[in-house]
Protein backbone atom coordinates (compact mmCIF):
# COMPACT_ATOMS: atom_id res chain seq x y z
CA UNK A 1 0.00 0.00 0.00
CA UNK A 2 1.18 3.73 -0.99
CA UNK A 3 0.72 6.10 1.84
CA UNK A 4 0.27 9.55 0.71
CA UNK A 5 -0.31 12.25 3.36
CA UNK A 6 -1.96 15.70 1.31
CA UNK A 7 -0.55 18.34 3.36
CA UNK A 8 0.13 21.80 3.49
CA UNK A 9 -0.61 23.33 6.49
CA UNK A 10 -2.81 26.36 4.60
CA UNK A 11 -6.36 26.04 4.37
CA UNK A 12 -8.27 26.36 1.65
CA UNK A 13 -5.15 25.61 -1.21
CA UNK A 14 -7.30 22.15 -2.57
CA UNK A 15 -6.32 19.10 -0.10
CA UNK A 16 -9.61 17.80 0.14
CA UNK A 17 -10.70 18.62 -3.21
CA UNK A 18 -7.41 16.97 -4.35
CA UNK A 19 -7.87 13.78 -2.05
CA UNK A 20 -11.45 13.56 -2.54
CA UNK A 21 -11.03 13.31 -6.67
CA UNK A 22 -7.86 11.72 -6.61
CA UNK A 23 -8.85 8.72 -4.56
CA UNK A 24 -11.78 8.64 -7.02
CA UNK A 25 -10.27 8.56 -9.97
CA UNK A 26 -7.65 5.80 -9.23
CA UNK A 27 -10.73 3.92 -7.15
CA UNK A 28 -12.36 3.94 -10.69
CA UNK A 29 -9.16 2.74 -12.34
CA UNK A 30 -9.71 0.11 -10.19
CA UNK A 31 -7.64 0.24 -7.54
CA UNK A 32 -8.28 -0.15 -4.13
CA UNK A 33 -8.11 2.93 -2.38
CA UNK A 34 -8.64 4.15 1.58
CA UNK A 35 -9.07 7.66 2.17
CA UNK A 36 -8.71 8.98 5.79
CA UNK A 37 -10.29 12.02 6.65
CA UNK A 38 -7.78 13.48 9.45
CA UNK A 39 -9.58 17.48 9.46
CA UNK A 40 -11.73 17.88 12.43
CA UNK A 41 -13.59 20.10 10.06
CA UNK A 42 -14.28 16.61 8.18
CA UNK A 43 -14.86 18.20 4.64
CA UNK A 44 -13.42 14.95 3.27
CA UNK A 45 -16.17 13.01 4.53
CA UNK A 46 -18.76 15.75 3.66
CA UNK A 47 -17.01 15.67 -0.19
CA UNK A 48 -18.48 12.13 -0.43
CA UNK A 49 -21.76 12.43 0.87
CA UNK A 50 -21.00 11.38 4.63
CA UNK A 51 -22.83 13.29 7.37
CA UNK A 52 -20.00 13.48 10.49
CA UNK A 53 -22.79 13.81 12.74
CA UNK A 54 -23.60 10.00 11.97
CA UNK A 55 -20.11 9.08 12.79
CA UNK A 56 -19.60 7.92 16.40
CA UNK A 57 -16.27 7.28 15.92
CA UNK A 58 -14.26 7.52 12.90
CA UNK A 59 -10.65 8.99 12.51
CA UNK A 60 -11.26 10.09 16.21
CA UNK A 61 -11.56 6.51 17.28
CA UNK A 62 -8.86 5.19 15.81
CA UNK A 63 -6.60 7.58 17.05
CA UNK A 64 -7.12 7.47 21.07
CA UNK A 65 -7.21 3.36 20.45
CA UNK A 66 -10.54 3.52 20.97
CA UNK A 67 -11.56 1.51 17.22
CA UNK A 68 -9.62 -0.61 15.12
CA UNK A 69 -9.18 0.87 11.87
CA UNK A 70 -10.79 -1.51 9.82
CA UNK A 71 -14.05 -1.52 11.52
CA UNK A 72 -14.27 2.27 11.15
CA UNK A 73 -13.89 2.16 7.71
CA UNK A 74 -17.34 2.76 5.41
CA UNK A 75 -17.36 1.69 1.89
CA UNK A 76 -17.84 5.34 0.32
CA UNK A 77 -17.75 4.09 -3.45
CA UNK A 78 -17.17 1.11 -5.94
CA UNK A 79 -13.21 0.14 -4.47
CA UNK A 80 -13.08 3.52 -2.31
CA UNK A 81 -13.42 3.07 1.70
CA UNK A 82 -13.51 6.30 4.14
CA UNK A 83 -11.99 6.29 7.42
CA UNK A 84 -14.28 9.14 8.17
CA UNK A 85 -14.41 12.32 11.05
CA UNK A 86 -16.22 13.76 12.88
CA UNK A 87 -15.79 17.04 15.39
CA UNK A 88 -14.53 15.05 17.91
CA UNK A 89 -11.71 14.98 16.32
CA UNK A 90 -10.24 18.54 18.05
CA UNK A 91 -10.25 16.93 20.92
CA UNK A 92 -7.55 14.29 19.92
CA UNK A 93 -4.28 16.27 20.38
CA UNK A 94 -4.80 17.59 23.71
CA UNK A 95 -5.70 13.92 24.66
CA UNK A 96 -2.99 12.16 23.28
CA UNK A 97 -0.45 14.83 24.74
CA UNK A 98 0.76 12.79 27.31
CA UNK A 99 0.58 9.42 25.36
CA UNK A 100 3.70 7.88 24.66
CA UNK A 101 4.63 7.62 21.18
CA UNK A 102 1.48 9.45 20.19
CA UNK A 103 3.26 10.72 16.67
CA UNK A 104 2.73 6.80 15.46
CA UNK A 105 -0.45 5.53 16.51
CA UNK A 106 -2.00 6.06 12.88
CA UNK A 107 1.21 4.18 11.52
CA UNK A 108 0.45 1.26 13.88
CA UNK A 109 -3.66 1.43 13.26
CA UNK A 110 -2.72 1.17 9.58
CA UNK A 111 -0.07 -1.79 9.59
CA UNK A 112 -2.82 -4.61 9.42
CA UNK A 113 -4.40 -3.14 6.13
CA UNK A 114 -0.81 -3.06 4.22
CA UNK A 115 -2.09 -5.44 1.91
CA UNK A 116 -5.83 -5.05 1.81
CA UNK A 117 -5.34 -1.47 -0.40
CA UNK A 118 -3.23 -0.50 -2.99
CA UNK A 119 -3.02 3.41 -2.15
CA UNK A 120 -3.89 5.06 1.03
CA UNK A 121 -4.73 8.76 1.18
CA UNK A 122 -4.66 11.09 4.18
CA UNK A 123 -6.56 14.70 3.96
CA UNK A 124 -4.12 16.71 6.48
CA UNK A 125 -5.83 19.53 8.79
CA UNK A 126 -4.69 23.10 8.07
CA UNK A 127 -2.00 22.92 10.85
CA UNK A 128 1.49 21.17 11.96
CA UNK A 129 0.13 19.83 15.11
CA UNK A 130 0.19 15.79 16.16
CA UNK A 131 -2.94 15.27 13.83
CA UNK A 132 -0.18 15.88 10.94
CA UNK A 133 3.06 13.86 12.47
CA UNK A 134 0.54 11.29 12.91
CA UNK A 135 -0.36 11.63 8.67
CA UNK A 136 3.92 12.36 8.26
CA UNK A 137 4.51 8.91 10.40
CA UNK A 138 2.18 7.05 8.57
CA UNK A 139 3.69 7.94 4.48
CA UNK A 140 5.87 7.24 2.75
CA UNK A 141 5.03 10.19 0.36
CA UNK A 142 3.54 13.52 0.96
CA UNK A 143 1.81 15.93 -2.18
CA UNK A 144 1.31 19.25 -1.30
CA UNK A 145 -0.73 20.85 -3.06
CA UNK A 146 -0.80 24.44 -3.59
CA UNK A 147 -2.37 27.80 -4.85
CA UNK A 148 -0.17 29.99 -6.59
CA UNK A 149 -0.82 33.48 -5.64
CA UNK A 150 0.77 35.93 -4.05
CA UNK A 151 2.28 34.71 -0.52
CA UNK A 152 1.80 30.95 -1.85
CA UNK A 153 5.59 29.97 -0.29
CA UNK A 154 5.03 31.92 3.01
CA UNK A 155 5.71 29.10 5.61
CA UNK A 156 6.59 26.56 2.82
CA UNK A 157 10.10 26.39 4.52
CA UNK A 158 8.48 25.71 7.64
CA UNK A 159 6.50 22.85 6.14
CA UNK A 160 9.18 21.33 4.55
CA UNK A 161 11.21 21.56 7.75
CA UNK A 162 8.52 19.66 9.60
CA UNK A 163 8.20 16.92 6.86
CA UNK A 164 12.54 16.64 7.01
CA UNK A 165 12.34 16.14 11.05
CA UNK A 166 9.82 13.61 10.90
CA UNK A 167 12.07 11.94 8.18
CA UNK A 168 15.15 12.19 10.05
CA UNK A 169 13.68 11.24 13.83
CA UNK A 170 10.55 9.08 13.01
CA UNK A 171 10.30 8.22 9.65
CA UNK A 172 13.14 7.13 7.33
CA UNK A 173 10.92 6.45 4.46
CA UNK A 174 9.51 9.45 3.75
CA UNK A 175 9.63 11.47 0.92
CA UNK A 176 7.66 14.81 -0.60
CA UNK A 177 6.55 13.24 -3.60
CA UNK A 178 5.59 16.53 -5.44
CA UNK A 179 3.65 20.08 -5.19
CA UNK A 180 0.52 19.71 -7.33
CA UNK A 181 -0.50 23.50 -7.96
CA UNK A 182 -4.45 24.10 -7.49
CA UNK A 183 -6.83 26.79 -8.92
CA UNK A 184 -4.06 27.34 -11.37
CA UNK A 185 -5.17 30.15 -13.86
CA UNK A 186 -2.82 29.92 -16.72
CA UNK A 187 -3.32 33.54 -17.90
CA UNK A 188 -2.20 35.44 -14.85
CA UNK A 189 1.43 35.95 -14.96
CA UNK A 190 1.57 35.25 -10.92
CA UNK A 191 1.04 31.55 -11.53
CA UNK A 192 3.76 31.42 -13.40
CA UNK A 193 5.89 33.37 -11.66
CA UNK A 194 5.05 31.36 -8.31
CA UNK A 195 5.90 28.26 -10.10
CA UNK A 196 9.16 29.22 -11.65
CA UNK A 197 10.15 30.65 -7.52
CA UNK A 198 9.08 27.05 -6.67
CA UNK A 199 11.17 25.05 -9.32
CA UNK A 200 14.33 27.28 -7.55
CA UNK A 201 14.06 26.85 -4.35
CA UNK A 202 13.31 22.76 -5.23
CA UNK A 203 16.54 22.65 -7.18
CA UNK A 204 18.38 24.11 -4.31
CA UNK A 205 17.77 20.78 -2.48
CA UNK A 206 18.69 18.44 -5.66
CA UNK A 207 21.45 15.83 -4.77
CA UNK A 208 21.42 16.80 -1.27
CA UNK A 209 19.54 13.77 1.49
CA UNK A 210 16.67 16.21 2.27
CA UNK A 211 13.06 14.13 1.85
CA UNK A 212 12.35 16.49 -1.13
CA UNK A 213 15.80 16.18 -3.07
CA UNK A 214 13.48 14.21 -5.32
CA UNK A 215 10.42 16.48 -5.53
CA UNK A 216 9.13 17.79 -8.67
CA UNK A 217 6.17 20.11 -9.61
CA UNK A 218 3.86 18.04 -10.96
CA UNK A 219 3.06 18.29 -14.95
CA UNK A 220 -0.41 18.28 -14.50
CA UNK A 221 -1.74 21.44 -12.69
CA UNK A 222 -5.55 21.64 -11.58
CA UNK A 223 -7.30 24.42 -13.36
CA UNK A 224 -9.73 27.04 -11.41
CA UNK A 225 -12.81 25.17 -12.33
CA UNK A 226 -16.01 26.35 -11.10
CA UNK A 227 -17.47 22.38 -10.96
CA UNK A 228 -15.08 21.47 -8.52
CA UNK A 229 -15.76 24.51 -6.13
CA UNK A 230 -19.68 23.17 -6.95
CA UNK A 231 -19.09 19.43 -6.60
CA UNK A 232 -19.04 18.65 -2.62
CA UNK A 233 -21.86 20.23 -1.84
CA UNK A 234 -24.11 17.32 -3.38
CA UNK A 235 -21.91 15.11 -2.00
CA UNK A 236 -20.22 14.16 -5.23
CA UNK A 237 -16.65 13.45 -6.28
CA UNK A 238 -16.06 15.54 -10.30
CA UNK A 239 -16.40 12.04 -11.97
CA UNK A 240 -20.29 11.92 -10.64
CA UNK A 241 -20.98 15.48 -11.07
CA UNK A 242 -19.46 16.85 -14.53
CA UNK A 243 -17.73 14.06 -15.56
CA UNK A 244 -16.08 16.19 -18.88
CA UNK A 245 -15.38 19.14 -17.34
CA UNK A 246 -11.31 20.52 -17.01
CA UNK A 247 -11.44 19.11 -12.89
CA UNK A 248 -12.59 15.93 -13.82
CA UNK A 249 -9.74 16.22 -16.66
CA UNK A 250 -7.36 17.12 -14.78
CA UNK A 251 -7.63 15.48 -11.65
CA UNK A 252 -7.77 12.09 -13.77
CA UNK A 253 -4.32 12.92 -15.18
CA UNK A 254 -2.92 13.31 -11.59
CA UNK A 255 -4.02 10.53 -10.74
CA UNK A 256 -2.30 8.61 -13.50
CA UNK A 257 0.26 10.33 -12.52
CA UNK A 258 0.63 8.83 -9.05
CA UNK A 259 -0.06 5.39 -10.72
CA UNK A 260 2.77 5.82 -13.24
CA UNK A 261 5.47 6.20 -10.30
CA UNK A 262 5.89 9.68 -10.43
CA UNK A 263 9.38 10.92 -9.10
CA UNK A 264 9.49 9.52 -5.66
CA UNK A 265 8.85 5.92 -5.15
CA UNK A 266 7.69 5.27 -2.15
CA UNK A 267 10.43 2.71 -0.25
CA UNK A 268 13.25 3.45 -2.58
CA UNK A 269 15.25 4.56 0.08
CA UNK A 270 15.07 3.12 3.15
CA UNK A 271 18.63 4.08 4.48
CA UNK A 272 19.32 7.36 4.84
CA UNK A 273 22.94 8.98 6.22
CA UNK A 274 22.10 10.42 9.45
CA UNK A 275 22.53 14.18 9.43
CA UNK A 276 22.87 17.15 12.12
CA UNK A 277 18.98 18.66 13.33
CA UNK A 278 21.04 21.92 13.95
CA UNK A 279 22.11 21.78 10.17
CA UNK A 280 19.06 20.75 8.42
CA UNK A 281 17.57 23.75 10.57
CA UNK A 282 19.46 25.89 8.41
CA UNK A 283 19.26 24.03 5.39
CA UNK A 284 17.58 26.08 2.46
CA UNK A 285 15.70 28.16 4.91
CA UNK A 286 12.25 29.55 4.45
CA UNK A 287 11.09 29.87 0.18
CA UNK A 288 11.29 33.11 -1.45
CA UNK A 289 7.94 34.95 -0.32
P1 LIG B 1 -8.24 22.60 1.70
O1 LIG B 1 -8.65 21.21 1.94
O2 LIG B 1 -6.79 22.79 1.44
O3 LIG B 1 -8.75 23.54 2.77
P2 LIG B 1 -10.23 22.57 -0.40
O4 LIG B 1 -9.92 21.40 -1.25
O5 LIG B 1 -11.35 22.42 0.57
O6 LIG B 1 -8.94 23.10 0.33
O7 LIG B 1 -10.52 23.79 -1.38
C1 LIG B 1 -10.87 25.07 -0.88
C2 LIG B 1 -12.08 25.60 -1.65
O8 LIG B 1 -11.74 25.80 -3.01
C3 LIG B 1 -13.25 24.63 -1.65
O9 LIG B 1 -14.44 25.36 -1.61
C4 LIG B 1 -13.10 23.90 -2.97
O10 LIG B 1 -14.34 23.42 -3.43
C5 LIG B 1 -12.54 24.99 -3.86
N1 LIG B 1 -11.65 24.48 -4.91
C6 LIG B 1 -10.67 23.56 -4.78
N2 LIG B 1 -10.02 23.38 -5.95
C7 LIG B 1 -10.59 24.22 -6.85
C8 LIG B 1 -10.35 24.52 -8.24
N3 LIG B 1 -9.39 23.92 -8.94
N4 LIG B 1 -11.16 25.46 -8.83
C9 LIG B 1 -12.13 26.07 -8.12
N5 LIG B 1 -12.39 25.85 -6.83
C10 LIG B 1 -11.65 24.93 -6.18
MG1 LIG C 1 -9.57 20.40 3.64
Given at each position: ???I?????????????????????LA???????????D?Q???????GI???A?KS???????????FE?EI????L???L?PA????VG?????????G???I????????????DY???????S????T???????Q??LI?????????Q???????TI?????R?N?V???E???????D?R????H????D?????N???G???????A?????????????A????YG???????PT??????YKK???????G???????????????VE???Q???E???
Amino acid sequence: MRTIAVLNQKGGVGKTTTVANTAAALAAMGSKVVAIDLDPQAHLTIHLGIEPQAIKSGSYGVLINEAKFEQEILLARLNLWLLPANIDLVGAESELVSVVGRETILREAIQPVQDKFDYCFIDCAPSLGLLTLNALAAAQEVLIPLQPHFLALQGFGKLLQTIELVNKRINPVLKVEGILLCMFDSRASLPHEVKADIEKFLNSARGTNSAWAGAQILPTSIRRNIKLAEAPSYGKTIFEYEPTCHGAEDYKKVAEFIRDGGPALCGAEQEQPAIKVESMLQGPGEAPQ
